[in-house]
């Protein structure tokens, strides 16, 4: 006799749990639809524009020109005969350099509530051996959503643990994570302890000051003596040829020996002095990110150089009795103090889309409209140091940017163009064509004309 199979709640339920997974999976590995652009194959004029440089003058009824991805000429009124060069009449629109996001995890993830789509974070409280560029999907459809609104470049770094890996920098077109790279190791991630307990009650027992501050020191400690172990074994390797190679130690020579720098997450005052400080023992090349209490270590920032990556605005301030508005003017404050600072989103690669508009809070609290740009266009090519190549429209720098209808941090802008490295890009994306879909619905259903 044929027993009879019976599911149980628990059954349903993990069943359930499992074919939602596979049902978002499925969608979230679905690639993009937009087809990365050749290389540029004719020379290209943008005239009858007004070009923002940004390192320079604006320029009104201008031109840009620029072939093999590279700007070869800028100026005002009748564009340059160049032999066989392809003309783009741009009256009424406005040139910018393309908009650079400093800290996101692009083509590291997918789907926020499918975690088989996260990509980003490494097994392991030490792992600079990680190199995230490998891992990034260049036919994730966030990137497409990202550059639709003129960001063109972004830097995307892995998470987890105290020092997660390496992030790269990379360019937002191409078939492939090689095509992407711009730079495939651009720094270090290291996330520097924290005194501050946890902010919402009922998660695990609350400790006392002794303890934070005990924790906090023994973190610090464990990163000394990481960076003291990798710097030993450094120099035995160097004058050894019998010593077994440890990948961890290898992976930190450049930033060991001060030639590349170290992303550090720090926000507040007590992390960001302590970071630097650890740095000037070691003449390490640091970068901070997080910054949320940068403007109260703003001296310490200035005597030794450190710039920092704001990671996002739209926040609570941080502690009860500070004002509301204090992330919205703490740009302001960074540049009045000298600080060299760039603005990151902060809001996850899914609303990286979102940076311009977040930057443009800082503008309307205060901070000057054009260091406004600047924040993710030239002052955070320079601090990645791209400074040579991207941040700006001067001639021999690459061609990376954007036509668009009027200011880019206005949300009613639209892009109309957007060139990387000379090369014609497709600003189609999933979110056009939705609006599309559902716009051809309602007119179907005689709901708009």
Not at 230 to 253: N, P, Q, V, W
Request: proline share 5%; charged share 20%; aromatic share 6%.
């Amino acid at each position: 006799m044929k027993k009879r199979f019976t599911m149980n709640n628990n059954m349903f339920l993990k069943l359930g749990a499992i074919l939602t997974t596979m049902t978002l999976g499925t969608s979230s590995w679905g690639q993009s639809r937009q087809i990365p652009a050749p290389v540029q194959s004719q020379p290209i004029v943008i005239h009858s524009a007004t070009i923002h440089t940004v390192s320079g003058d604006t320029i009104v009824n201008g031109y840009v020109a620029f072939d093999q991805g590279i700007i070869t000429a800028i100026g005002q009124g009748s564009p340059p005969n160049i032999r066989n060069a392809q003309l783009r009449d741009a009256t009424g629109l406005h040139v910018y350099p393309g908009l650079i996001a400093a800290n996101t995890n692009l083509g590291l993830s997918e789907t926020g509530a499918v975690p088989i789509t996260h990509d980003f974070n490494e097994f392991g409280d030490f792992t600079p051996e990680t190199r995230c560029i490998i891992a990034v999907n260049p036919d994730t459809d966030l990137i497409p959503v990202t550059r639709a609104n003129g960001i063109l470049t972004a830097v995307t770094s892995p998470s987890g643990g105290v020092i997660a890996g390496r992030n790269a920098i990379i360019r937002l077109d191409g078939w492939t994570w090689e095509d992407l790279a711009i730079q495939a190791e651009a720094g270090l991630i290291l996330s520097w302890p924290s005194q501050r307990g946890r902010r919402f009650r009922g998660f695990g027992p609350r400790r006392n000051p002794e303890d934070r501050q005990k924790r906090y020191r023994e973190g610090i400690e464990r990163i000394e003596q990481f960076f003291e172990d990798a710097s030993a074994y450094l120099k035995a390797k160097d004058h050894s040829d019998i010593l077994e190679t440890d990948l961890r130690f290898e992976a930190m020579r450049p930033f060991v020996m001060g030639e590349k720098p170290i992303y550090v997450q720090a926000s507040s005052q007590s992390q960001i002095e302590e970071a630097v400080a650890f740095a000037q023992r070691r003449s390490l090349k640091i970068i901070i990110v997080g910054g949320f209490e940068a403007d109260r270590a703003s001296a310490t920032l200035v005597k030794n150089n450190v710039p920092v990556i704001l990671n996002g605005l739209h926040r609570l301030p941080s502690a009860r009795h500070s004002d509301y508005d204090e992330p919205f003017t703490l740009p302001l404050r960074l540049h009045e103090a000298g600080v060299k600072f760039c603005i990151a989103s902060g809001t996850g690669s899914a609303h990286e889309r979102n940076l311009n508009h977040i930057t443009a809070t800082a503008a309307a609290y205060g901070l000057p409209k054009l260091e406004a740009l600047r924040s993710i266009t030239l002052n955070a090519a320079e601090i990645l140091g791209l400074g040579d190549t991207h941040g700006s429209i001067e001639t021999g720098k690459t061609a990376t940017l954007i036509v668009t209808t009027g200011d880019p941090l206005e949300i009613t802008t639209d892009v109309i163009l957007a060139y990387i490295d000379g090369r014609d890009i497709d600003l189609g994306s999933r979110h056009k064509q939705l609006f599309l879909k559902y716009r051809e619905k309602y007119k179907q259903l005689g709901l708009i004309e």
